[in-house]
Nanobody, 115 residues
Framework: QVQLVESGGGLVQPGGSLRLSCVAS????????LSWYRQAPGKQRELVAR???????NYADSVKGRFTISRDNAKNTVYLQMNSLKPEDTAVYYC?????????WGQGTQVTVSS
């Protein structure tokens, strides 16, 4: 069983930045993939960014050039650096880990972009 705990959400003005963190309860070195998803009110959960075990990354078109996913194996942590935030980025952000084809989810952290 893998536990994931997100942090770093909050209220930020448009154009601002936030960095989300997700700490895993065990080593992430062998995880197949680490991802960030988000879900806005009334909308389906969507993939924001994924970092695969081989090092490749995928981003949603809406965040390319603004968000960056990274991982620190020594700290069992995956990050999401979010720059140039827009009101439409407002959502609950969830960390996801794929471990031997089994998905694990964090509890989510709220990000609100508003003036």
């Amino acid at each position: 069983q893998v536990q994931l705990v997100e942090s770093g959400g909050g209220l930020v003005q448009p154009g601002g930045s936030l960095r989300l963190s997700c700490v895993a309860s065990q080593s992430i070195f062998s995880f197949n993939a680490l991802s960030w998803y988000r879900q806005a009110p009334g909308k389906q959960r969507e993939l924001v960014a994924r970092k695969n075990s081989g090092g490749s990354t995928n981003y949603a078109d809406s965040v390319k050039g603004r968000f960056t996913i990274s991982r620190d194996n020594a700290k069992n942590t995956v990050y999401l650096q979010m720059n140039s935030l827009k009101p439409e980025d407002t959502a609950v952000y969830y960390c996801n880990a794929m471990v031997r084809e089994i998905p694990y989810w964090g509890q989510g952290t709220q990000v609100t972009v508003s003036s």
